[in-house]
C-alpha cells in the first residue's frame, strides 16, 4: 500500500496548522488525470483553509471546458504579468500532480526548482518515481490514474463524504479519460467501489461521458480518417503500426489542441497489432505516443531509451529532436533493434 500512515501523519502535518499558499502543478499538454486530479484536490484544500493555484504549463485541451471547476486552472504560457510565477516562488507547499519528471513541467520547471523553499508533495503513477526532492511520495505505479490517488487520500484523510459533485466530476474525467474510458489495464474492483462512490456524490455519467467524447470538432473527425486511410502504416513482423501527422497535414484540418487525444489508440484495435507509434510535429521538436497492448512489449521501455520519455508499460511518450523523415528512420532501427530482428 502506497497510501501508508506514515505518509499519511507527514500529509497531515503539512495540511495542518496555519493557512499556507499551496501551488498544484500540472503536466505540460495536460490531461484528464492531470486537470482532474488538481482540481479535486485544490477543493479539498481550499475548504481546509488554504490558498491555492492550479498552475498547467500551457493549455488544456478543449475537450475539459466544460468542467465545472476548469476556471481554476492557471495557463502559465498564457500568464502575461508573471503573477502564477510569483505565486509559485511564494508558495509554501508544491503539489506535483501526475508527473513523475520535473521537466514533465516543461517552462514551468525552472520557476518550481529554483529561488523556492517550498515543500514539495508528489501524487503519481507513473512508472521510476524520483529519488529525491520530495518531503513526501504518493507514488502508486499500479493506480490507473492520479485521480484515484487523490480519491484515496481524501478517503483516508476526511472520508467521502468531503467530496462534493464537483470534485467527483473532477475524480471520474481522470479516472474515466485515464483508463481509456475503463478499458486499460489497473481496473480493480476497489476503483469500481470507488467508481460508485463518485457516482452517489453526484457524477452524471452519460453528460461526462458525453461531454469528453461526444464535444470533438469535424477537423478531427476528418482528420482522422485521412491519417487512418492514408498516413498508417503496419508492419506485422514486428506487430507494429504508426502514423505520422506533419504541421502542414494539421493545418489543412484547422487543427487544434487536444485533437489527436486517443487517435494512437486506434491502430491497436487491428489484429496481430501490439504496439502502436504516433508521431506529431511541433513548432520545436516531434511529440512521440507509444500505446502498446498484452505484456510482451512494454512502452515505457521503449520511450525511456529511444525518445528520451516514459510513461506506462502500456501508455508512454516522449520526444524526437530531428526531422520526422529522420524519426520514422530511426523508429524501424529502434524496432529492429528492440524486437531484435
Ligand atoms: P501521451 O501519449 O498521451 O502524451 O502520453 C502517454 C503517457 O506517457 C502519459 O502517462 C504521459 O504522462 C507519459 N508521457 C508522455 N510524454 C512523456 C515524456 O516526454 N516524458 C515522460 N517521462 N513521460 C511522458
Ligand atoms: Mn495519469
Known sequence: MVITEQKLDQLREILGGAPKKMALLSHTNPDGDTIGAALAWRAYLERLGHTTRCIAPNRY??????????????????????????FIGEADVIFCMDFNQINRLDRVTDTATANTTAQRVLIDHHLHPPVDGYTVQFSDTHSCSTSYIVYQLIEALAGTDAIDQAMAEALYVGIMTDTGNFSFSNLTSD??????????RGVNVPYVNSSV????????????????????????????????????????????????????????????????????????????????????????????????????????????YVSMDETLKNFHTYLKEYFGA
Request: hydrophobic share 40%.
Open 213 to 320: 467524447y461526444d464535444n470533438f470538432s469535424e477537423g478531427r473527425m476528418r482528420l482522422l480518417g485521412y491519417m487512418l486511410n492514408d498516413k498508417m502504416v503496419t508492419d506485422y513482423r514486428y506487430g507494429v503500426a504508426y502514423v505520422s501527422l506533419t504541421e502542414e497535414e494539421m493545418r489543412r484540418f484547422n487543427f487544434i489542441q487536444g485533437d489527436s487525444e486517443g487517435f494512437v489508440n486506434y491502430p491497436l484495435s487491428i489484429r496481430g497489432i501490439r504496439m502502436s507509434a504516433m508521431f506529431i510535429q511541433t513548432k520545436h521538436s516531434i511529440r512521440v505516443s507509444l500505446r502498446s497492448r498484452g505484456s510482451d512489449v512494454d512502452v515505457n521501455v521503449f520511450a525511456r531509451r529511444y525518445f528520451d520519455g516514459g510513461g506506462h508499460r502500456n501508455a508512454a511518450g516522449g520526444k524526437s
Open 191 to 200: 476503483l469500481f467501489r470507488a467508481v460508485a462512490v463518485l457516482i452517489d
Open 61 to 86: 485541451p478543449y475537450f475539459l471546458e466544460w468542467m465545472t471547476d476548469i476556471g481554476y486552472i492557471g495557463v502559465f504560457k498564457e500568464d502575461a504579468d508573471g503573477e502564477m510565477a510569483k
